[in-house]
């Protein structure tokens, strides 16, 4: 296990490499100059500006620049937000955990929809259920998330007016009314996540089901007279996850695509709202570091992914 | 090859059953297409939105940037089918405007996904070896960055120079279509490489690569139109999927400028008037998702008609 896990850690490798050049190749290639400032500035003569830039090693050739940056990163020195006015890494630390809760718990959520509704409907398939589960999820995976999001603040904050359509971090008050309002306020972009990853979940479950109960295990397990139950929980679903969970693993960019959008409507506090709002102000450095961020979590995603397949699938040999 | 051939070359071809009129292979997948109700009333649907889209500023000939103040967020009426946004300034024709900017930013985009993706996957599924290995990885690299967060990169990146050089409108349009597309051609590519491994292998390819036709033309000629239903169905769902790209760019206030009123730039404006105007946000909202969700269920019924295996 250790030796597997060891490999795979090995394999990620690469691709943070990968992005790490596509990264900088596409901050490289971008026009525009940081002296830009400095070049319109008749107080500064071009000779200073040029061995300001000679200091800097802007006029190194491109792999030069690409191993100092690299080595910058790695070693944590992911350099100061100009808007801000802190450190990258301690402003992404600070926001990283909210997202990763919204995150997270939109993941539970939409799992909890599409396992049951999936394997329900796959053991019925062509039934009313069925049509109408299949029915709901195209629409659901149709609705994109901003929209989700607009139509819910309308019904539940403005119409109904149940639920707070802005995210406070900072709720004054304690003990079980404090995480009351903390459940609260993150029951809306919690679910806008969830249900459009529920949908997308239950087509696949449905079709990983189907494909897996017709085998002839299966009528085995039946003929040998395990219960109904035991027969799909035991013996369907296990196998029929295994595809799911590699198109799980490749829907991640999605599902960090629809954070940033629930993040900015619904104003969470996390590195997606961060992201838009560096964007806004030109806070490059921010910029940069979000991006990579994010790319980091969608390898260690995968990386997720590789082990659970392992687990669902004793087949694949650990060693 | 054995028992393929005929027993003498002078044996008599035998009697084709002409009791069925010939049906060709476009025939068949109508056929199968019109089995699937939804997706011939989406198809339906589609084609009003397009013409709607198309046409519709020749007959609502509204301008989109007319400026009333005293006709302010008004809800649907007679002079404004569908209200007015804050300036003043009538939706119905601002949505007609927008409509082909994101139709067309949607169809542009899916090209470049497709050539791309057909591109990468031909090259990958004939040479084998390193190059498709090389190629693999790429495409596995590129299913693994998260597209949105370095859409809005590259967009923050090279907007203003682009713009510089082309003009606002056309800049930012061969800038949204470039990275969208350049963010969607993978699945396309792994398609196409997963069609050329079972198809080069075929007896007609073996047969066309006997009588000596290039490797080129084996690929043009042979192996392509073969390949070609899955990535019809691929490139249906790349369309919708390049409209919500657009449209969420938009939506973040980093897509088209103000002046281009994208359906996704629409609800970016009326979103913080969801209280006094929901009318606003709710028609260009239900235009998406209207559009999108007939894509989707065309490209369903698409993948029913033209890719028979996978049909559950």
């Not at chain 1, 929809?113 to 039934?127: K, M």
Request: aromatic residues 10%; proline residues 6%; charged residues 15%.
């Amino acid at each position: 296990m250790t030796q597997y896990l060891i490999r795979r850690l090995l394999i990620a490798v690469p691709s943070l490499l990968g992005i790490s050049v596509i990264l900088f190749t596409v901050l490289a290639l971008a026009p525009g100059d940081p002296f830009e400032e400095l070049a319109t500035n008749p107080a500064v003569p071009p000779e200073v500006r040029m061995q300001l830039r000679a200091s800097l090693g802007l006029d190194d050739p491109i792999h030069v620049r690409y191993i100092a940056w690299l080595t910058a990163m790695l070693r944590g020195e992911w350099g100061f937000s100009f808007i801000s006015r802190i450190d990258v890494d301690r402003l992404i630390l600070q926001r990283l955990p909210t997202t990763l809760l919204v995150i997270g718990s939109s993941q539970v959520v939409a799992l909890m929809i599409a396992l049951p509704v999936g394997v329900l409907a796959a053991t019925r398939p062509y039934s009313l259920f069925d049509k109408i589960a299949n029915t709901l999820a195209f629409l659901g995976f149709s609705l994109p998330t901003f929209f989700t999001g607009l139509l819910f603040i309308l019904f539940f904050s403005i119409y109904l007016d149940w639920l707070p359509f802005v995210y406070r971090s900072q709720i004054d008050a304690t003990g079980w009314r404090w995480v009351w309002e903390h459940i609260r306020q993150a029951i809306m972009p919690v679910m806008v996540l969830g249900l459009f990853q529920g949908a997308a979940w239950t087509r696949f479950v449905r079709s990983a089901v189907l494909d897996v109960i017709r085998l002839d295990y299966v009528t085995t397990a039946r003929a040998k007279g395990l219960e109904e139950r035991v027969v799909i929980n035991r013996h369907v679903v296990r196998n029929a996850l295994i595809p799911v969970v590699t198109l799980v693993a490749l829907q991640m960019p999605t599902v960090f695509g629809g954070a940033i959008v629930t993040e900015q409507i619904f104003r969470v506090p996390g590195i997606g709202s961060l992201l838009i709002s560096a964007i806004l102000a030109n806070d490059t450095p921010v910029i940069m570091a979000v991006t990579f961020v994010f790319s980091c979590l969608v390898i260690f995603f995968n990386l997720l992914a590789d082990i659970l397949y392992g687990w669902l699938d004793p087949r694949i040999s650990y060693s | 090859m054995a028992g393929s051939t005929l027993a003498s070359a002078t044996a008599s071809a035998p009697a084709a059953p002409a009791q069925r009129p010939l049906v060709s292979p476009w025939g068949e997948a109508w056929r199968r297409f019109r089995k699937h109700r939804l997706a011939v009333v989406s198809l339906v649907v589609l084609t009003v939105i397009i013409l709607a889209v198309l046409l519709g500023p020749l007959v609502w000939t509204v301008p989109i940037d007319e400026i009333n103040f005293r006709a302010r967020l008004q809800g649907p009426s007679l002079a404004h089918p569908l209200g007015t946004d804050d300036l003043g300034q009538d939706l119905l024709a601002r949505m007609l405007y927008g409509g082909r900017i994101s139709l067309a930013v949607g169809f542009a985009a899916m090209l470049v996904a497709v050539v791309v993706g057909t591109l990468v996957g031909s090259v990958a599924g004939i040479s084998r070896g390193a190059t498709d290995a090389v190629l693999m990885w790429l495409t596995d690299l590129f299913l693994s960055l998260p597209s949105l967060p370095l859409l809005l990169l590259v967009i923050y990146l090279f907007r203003e120079p682009l713009r510089a050089i082309v003009g606002p409108e056309v800049g930012i349009f061969i800038l949204i279509v470039a990275v969208i597309g350049g963010f969607n051609w993978m699945p396309v590519a792994r398609l196409v490489r997963a069609q050329f491994f079972s198809l080069r292998e075929k007896e007609f390819v073996e047969a066309a690569r006997a009588l000596g036709a290039s490797t080129p033309r084996l690929v043009w000629r042979h192996i392509l139109p073969n390949a070609l239903g899955p990535v019809i169905v691929a490139a249906t769902i790349d369309v919708a999927a390049a409209i919500i790209a657009e449209s969420t760019l938009s939506f973040l206030g980093l897509g088209f400028p103000p002046d281009i009123p994208t359906w996704g730039r629409i609800l970016f404006d009326a979103k913080d008037n969801l209280d006094y105007a929901p009318h606003w946000a709710l028609f260009p909202g239900g235009a998406i998702f209207l559009t999108v969700l007939t894509i989707n269920f065309v490209g369903d019924g698409l993948r029913d008609a033209l890719d028979p295996r996978r049909v559950v």
